[in-house]
Antibody, heavy 123, light 106 residues
Framework: QVQLQESGPGLVKPSQTLSLTCTVS??????????WNWIRQHPGRGLEYIGYIHYSGSSFYSPSLKSRLTISLDTSKKQFHLKLISVTAADTAIYYC???????????????WGQGTMVTVSS | SYDLTQPPSVSVSPGQTASITCSGS??????ACWYQQKPGQSPVLIIY???KRPSGVPERFSGSNSGNTATLTISGTQAMDEADYYCQAWDSSTAVFGGGTKLAVL
């Protein structure tokens, strides 16, 4: 049973960099069958898609975050990472990592989610 | 940008059928999926590819998608089904989520 676990600081100062890690257990991160994603949820709000990375190296970033965002993959550690620079209070949210199977040349639904990690941007 | 619209809230009596809609332009030409999220928990996939249920999801959950509307139907709703429900579809490599519907089982 594949499990995902987010980790990272719960508090980040404005203008600094938010770095999160998602560790994959119980399965391979190197399978080309899956895409590895980040999604966030502002407090009391809905879900917002951040982006994905694939084993092949392909990635996609939400246009609204693209200028500040990097998603990377470390297959040796079975981890993928999110880095968001120049954060503001608007980046305060629960951050989830999630897996999406490949489907018809694109992505299917998010079938496995991490438990989420709350990140607060505040001085 | 592509938008998906859900009603903010739906109420249902225990044992009755609840229907939650998700509207988007030509949504029927895409695949829709649904997630259930209970307070303090991560979302859980309950319907994918319009009408398929992942292993372990009760049969009372079903989905359909046609025209501009996808629908999640919960038959014989139970108190444990009280939660937020989100629809989602892919548009140009972006996952688009509906705003979510709070299901109250009264």
């Amino acid at each position: 049973q594949v499990q995902l676990q987010e980790s990272g600081p719960g508090l980040v100062k404005p203008s600094q960099t938010l770095s999160l890690t998602c560790t994959v257990s119980g399965g391979s991160i190197s399978s080309g069958t899956f895409y590895w994603n980040w999604i966030r949820q502002h407090p009391g709000r809905g879900l917002e898609y951040i982006g994905y990375i694939h084993y092949s190296g392909s990635s996609f970033y939400s246009p609204s975050l693209k200028s500040r965002l990097t998603i990377s993959l470390d297959t040796s550690k079975k981890q993928f990472h999110l880095k968001l620079i120049s954060v503001t209070a608007a980046d305060t949210a629960i951050y989830y990592c999630a897996r999406a199977p490949q489907f018809r040349g694109g992505l299917d639904a998010f079938d496995v989610w991490g438990q989420g990690t709350m990140v607060t941007v505040s001085s | 940008s592509y938008d998906l619209t859900q009603p903010p809230s739906v109420s249902v009596s225990p044992g009755q059928t609840a229907s939650i809609t998700c509207s988007g332009s030509e949504l029927g030409n895409k695949f829709a999926c649904w997630y259930q999220q209970k307070p303090g928990q991560s979302p859980v996939l309950i319907i994918y590819q319009d009408n398929k249920r992942p292993s372990g999801v009760p049969e009372r959950f079903s989905g359909s998608n046609s025209g501009n509307t996808a629908t999640l139907t919960i038959s014989g709703t139970q108190a444990m089904d009280e939660a937020d429900y989100y629809c989602q579809a892919w548009d140009s490599s972006t996952a688009v989520f509906g705003g979510g519907t709070k299901l109250a089982v009264l």
